[in-house]
């Protein structure tokens, strides 16, 4: 039998997985007001773990609650972009290095089938792309055996697959299958370092990795060339 308690915490954290997925994804955009009564209705949930789950959300910075104010969806900025970058970059590495020296041949077979999930497609939705890449970003974090590290790293994703659906926004119906196919791929060669225990190396490529993305979110946000940088 269940306690309150955790029945609770699992209603929060269904308040908190939707909302986090509205926001993420836009449906809830920047600077969009969030009426806690309207959420309750539409997710069908009580007030107490819709209030839990916003909590979090602020901790996470997606959300921003000015008392006397109201509740808004955090904007996004250019200086956001960089500043989320600068700090995701180092730990993403840290990961990555922590992932090799510790990951289990468990952590990396999971790597490879979402990795898997690309193979015999001619083509990936943008939702297939973001689903493989946060798996496999998931999936180094677990293997980091660090939770301090894993907790921070958690929260600064959706902040970064917020911008990249600013980024397809601005794309619309254009779409670069050269990217997707990179993507994927410098995720392979990544697996490939874990597996091997290649801490410097795994680093390095993840580095690569991080560091292209964020200039090719940029260039789209400023409506530069959308090209994907290899160096």
């Known amino acids: 039998m269940s306690m309150p308690g955790s029945a609770q915490r699992s209603l929060s954290e269904q308040a908190y997985e939707q909302l986090r997925q509205r926001i993420v994804t836009l449906v809830l ?8 009564a309207q959420l309750q209705l539409e997710l069908g949930l009580g007030r107490t773990p819709i209030r839990e789950a916003l909590k979090r959300l602020e901790l996470e910075r997606l959300i921003t609650i000015i008392p ?5 969806v955090t904007p996004i900025n250019l200086t956001d972009l960089q500043q989320l970058y600068e700090v995701r ?6 990961a990555a290095e922590l992932a090799a020296q510790r990951g289990t041949a468990v952590h990396w077979q999971e790597m490879a089938q979402v990795l898997d999930e690309a ?4 083509s990936l939705s943008p939702e297939q792309l973001i689903a493989i890449d946060e798996g496999c970003h998931r999936i180094i974090y677990q293997a980091s055996d660090n939770p301090f ?3 921070t790293l958690a929260a600064l994703f959706p902040l970064s697959l917020r911008l990249w659906h600013v980024a397809l926004a601005k794309l619309g119906d254009k779409k670069d299958s050269i990217i997707e196919y990179k993507h ?24 690569r990795h991080v560091v292209a993305y964020q200039q090719y979110i940029e260039n789209i ?3 530069k060339s959308a090209q994907l940088q290899t160096a």
């Open 68 to 72: 006397r104010r109201g509740i808004f």
């Open 149 to 151: 590290l894993q907790q």
């Open 29 to 36: 955009a920047p600077n969009a007001v969030v009426d806690e």
């Open 119 to 122: 193979s015999g497609l001619t």
């Open 89 to 94: 970059v180092n730990l993403e590495c840290l």
């Open 184 to 207: 994927i791929v410098e995720h392979q060669a990544i697996m490939v370092a874990l597996q091997n225990g290649a801490a410097a190396e795994a680093a390095d490529l993840m580095r």
């Open 221 to 223: 946000i400023l409506g």
